[in-house]
């Protein structure tokens, strides 16, 4: 039983059952009554009952799948099976989650298909390998794939061996818009989100691309991410007579640092990039790496005082902050205090810097930062107040080029309409940006 489906319910599943961890190989499983040989690349130890028919030894037809933990039910799959393999139409059911409907191949959900979640969450639409890939049709029909040659030894892309890149391109190419992804999430949820701005800006002739990133380091010190970067805005340029100059970046949390901070880089001269984009966007992404580890040490002492009331919500916030704490401790070799200017290096902003950091290299860029300031949200399922949420730094910042002379500089507060995919509210999410008004901006720049 392969269980790819979208990051959302992927997450949770993950997070919460030790047993549905992906095992790198599978092995075809006995049931446990008829002996029936079942595909299982999920748990070595896990156990099977089919009851339908077996065909050559591997169960095959219609009939029901049931996987077991120590004797207790973790997912049931009601469908049909080929050769062993969930394969044809059916529905898993996970316990305490929710269920998957639609076509499988292999265990995976492929073409039409439907996920609904405990939480109320809902994905319908079109699935490829599991993940919802929803453009209109006449779209998604021009979406191609690029695989982009590079082995990814450097993990910088959670989900893949191989980077990549997905490109809608119109016929006349005009402009690009660069789309990346925040930390963890597939290039599919970003196309599936950001899927009326992406048709727009076919219509418009933009092309749209979204690049295979979402677990890179500070671009300052991942020089595979960099060298992905800008072996990738070279090949489009080949590729598709992209203008050089006509380069809008975008992204959602480490997407927007990216964005912000390649932006920097190409009018810092500290390292090479193939392009200098004409403007940035940032959607809710932190900019000042200082505050953030100071705020995610503060997180940690609220969170653990109040530990045995904590909210799945606050759970997994204060499972976030331990990360940071961790990585940023590893990736600079110390807290801001113990390695002030290393922090300062990797900021897209620093609020205690006088020059700003890296954000003096953008005062003659478009930049835009999108947020949710949603504060009522973040202290029900958070208990953060506003002096630990992004918009405080990314306002300072939006402050800070505007006094230094940016005219454009703007700074967006989209007030209650953070939705993720699965329609659940989280101000965190690539809705924030208005695609009709967002359009209109990028046309107006690159005419």
């Not at 590079?150 to 391109?169: H, K, V």
């Not at 402009?175 to 949820?189: D, F, K, R």
């Not at 990133?213 to 990738?232: C, I, Q, R, V």
């Not at 954000?359 to 029900?380: E, F, G, H, N």
Request: aromatic share 10%.
């Amino acid at each position: 039983m392969k269980i790819i489906i979208p990051v959302v319910l992927l997450l949770i599943i993950l997070i919460s059952s030790d047993s549905f961890s992906q095992a790198q190989n599978g092995q075809f499983v006995k049931d446990t009554k008829s002996g029936c040989l079942v595909w299982n690349d999920v748990d070595a130890a896990m156990t099977v009952t089919w009851s339908g028919s077996c065909k050559d030894g591997y169960a095959d037809g219609s009939g029901t799948l049931t996987w077991f933990d120590n004797n207790n039910i973790v997912a049931t799959y009601i469908g049909e099976m080929q050769k062993g393999y969930v394969t044809g139409k059916g529905k898993y059911i996970y316990e305490g989650w929710g269920s998957a409907e639609g076509n499988f191949v292999n265990g995976t959900l492929q073409g039409n298909g439907k996920i609904l979640m405990l939480t109320g969450g809902k994905l319908e639409g079109n699935f490829v390998d599991g993940e919802l890939l929803d453009l209109d049709a006449s779209y998604l029909n021009k979406l191609k794939k690029i695989d982009s040659g590079i082995e990814d030894t450097q993990e910088i892309y959670r989900g893949n061996g191989t980077l990549f890149y997905y490109a809608l391109a119109p016929q006349n190419v005009k402009g690009v818009l660069v789309l990346l992804p925040s930390t963890g999430e597939g290039a599919e949820n970003v196309i599936s989100c950001n899927k009326k701005l992406m048709h727009l800006c076919y219509d418009n002739n933009i092309l749209s691309v979204v690049l295979s990133t979402n677990y890179n380091k500070g671009l300052e010190a991942d020089t595979a991410a960099m060298n992905f970067l800008n072996t990738t805005f070279s090949d489009i340029i080949k590729k598709y007579n992209a203008p050089a100059d006509k380069f809008i970046l975008s992204g959602l949390s480490l997407g927007g640092e990216n964005a912000l901070q390649y932006t920097e880089i190409s009018r810092s001269g500290k390292f090479y990039t193939s392009i200098k984009p004409l403007a940035a966007i940032g959607v809710d992404p932190p900019v000042d790496m200082a505050n953030l580890y100071d705020r995610a040490k503060e997180e940690i002492a609220l969170y653990t005082r109040d530990s045995a009331n904590l909210t799945d919500s606050k759970k997994a916030a204060l499972n976030e902050d331990y990360f940071l704490i961790d990585y940023f401790d590893k990736l600079y070799g110390g807290s801001p205090k113990e390695v002030p200017e290393k922090y300062v290096e990797g900021s897209q902003y620093s609020l205690n810097h006088p020059d700003g950091g890296n954000a003096k290299y953008l005062i003659d860029v478009p930049i835009r930062i999108y947020t949710d300031p949603d504060i009522s949200w973040q202290m029900k399922y958070k208990t953060r107040d506003y002096y630990h949420m992004n918009c405080v730094d990314q306002s300072a910042m939006i402050n800070f080029l505007q006094i230094s002379g940016n005219t454009r500089a703007e700074f967006i507060p989209a007030l209650g309409k953070g939705y993720r995919l699965d329609g659940l509210r989280h101000p965190h999410s690539w809705s924030i940006v208005d695609a009709d008004e967002c359009i209109t901006w990028m046309l107006n720049l690159i005419k």
